[in-house]
């Protein structure tokens, strides 16, 4: 049997990757590359739908690390219940923080600043001044204050907010201030003029902004979730923007791709973007170097970076 590494990026095209393991390109293609029982570490295809992710699972019977190219490992949990135990999961921390701050802070200021407005007027030729509302001054709250969380708030902080609040799931303190704990949000929500969803994905975080999250933000709030969409209740949300009281600004949505004729697509006061937090040109270099650096480690026998789970243990 030989050492496989499944890579979704060709192996060519990654300078420094370690000698030993035999190396296979398969980035969801419907023939694998070779014997899924003989791959050892297996790099998920990035943004590639979940039955493509998870088809070679339930042949990997000698995999020791399944490795994602994203934040989130929700894409591939259902697979894990076809691996054998002592099996590490990793996820992409340090690929996605910049790109997907980014993105936040550009939902947040076009949908404050009303950037969507001037574009459709710009496609009209028509001049719509007046005043808008400013990142400046206000309260923001960022629910999931893991790497990509602190990298928002890295961006927000040359914008004069108020205040920042923190939000995970247990409470600590940083350099920046306390962390709370999800038992304080509902005290928190009603005291923040924009909400960031950057919270991973499973069953503690699933709806968790729902109609009673929703209700208590304040008259004029802005939610803006680039997390995953099952972390907010879509009915619910609809509801609430169809009354005009708050708006939102979505990198994700539930379902997703959002279909043709689905009523976010129409909803006042909703700016949608189809879930660009990580693909940027920020995103294969970064990619590169965590795939060398882990591959190396794994190959020295050394302890891998941003192991989630490895499963049979109880935390799987």
Not at 10 to 31: K, Q, R, V
Not at 32 to 44: H, I, L
Not at 216 to 241: C, F, H, I, Q, S
Not at 262 to 272: E, K, N, S, T, Y
Request: glycine share 8%; hydrophobic share 40%.
């Amino acid at each position: 049997m030989s050492a496989d590494v499944w890579l979704p990026i060709p192996p060519d095209d990654i300078e420094g990757l370690p000698e030993g393991p035999g190396y296979h390109f398969w980035n969801g293609e419907e023939d694998f590359p070779a014997d899924p029982a003989d791959c050892v570490y297996y790099v998920v295809p990035y943004m590639k739908p979940l039955d493509v992710v998870l088809r070679p699972m339930p042949h990997l019977s000698s995999v020791e690390v399944v490795q994602t190219l994203s934040a989130g490992v929700d894409n591939v949990a259902p697979g894990l219940r076809h691996l054998r135990p002592g099996v590490r999961l990793c996820n992409a921390r340090g690929v996605h923080e910049a790109s997907t701050a980014e993105l936040t802070l550009t939902l947040v200021l076009a949908s404050l600043r009303g950037i969507p407005d001037f574009v459709r007027a710009q496609d009209k030729g028509e001049w719509r001044g007046g005043f808008r509302p400013s990142l400046a001054d206000k309260n923001v709250l960022i629910v999931g204050y893991g790497s990509i969380g602190s990298a928002i708030e890295d961006r927000l902080v040359p914008f004069e907010v108020a205040r920042v609040a923190r939000v995970a799931r247990s409470a600590r303190t940083t350099e920046r201030g306390p962390v709370h704990p999800l038992t304080e949000l509902p005290a928190l929500l009603p005291e923040a003029d924009v909400v960031i969803l950057s919270t991973p994905l499973d069953e503690t975080t699933r709806h968790l902004a729902d109609a009673d999250f929703l209700a208590r933000m304040k008259d004029g709030a802005l939610l803006v979730n680039v997390a995953r969409g099952p972390v907010v209740d879509t009915k619910a949300l609809l509801a609430e923007l169809e009354t005009g009281r708050i708006t939102a600004a979505l990198d994700v949505t539930d379902p997703e791709p959002l279909p043709l004729g689905h009523p976010l697509w129409q909803a006042p006061g909703v700016l949608i973007s189809p879930h660009v937090g990580g693909p940027t040109s920020a995103f294969l270099p970064r990619a590169k170097r965590l795939l060398v650096d882990q591959l190396t480690r794994y190959v020295n026998q050394e302890p891998l970076r941003n192991v989630i789970l490895t499963t049979g243990s109880e935390n799987a």
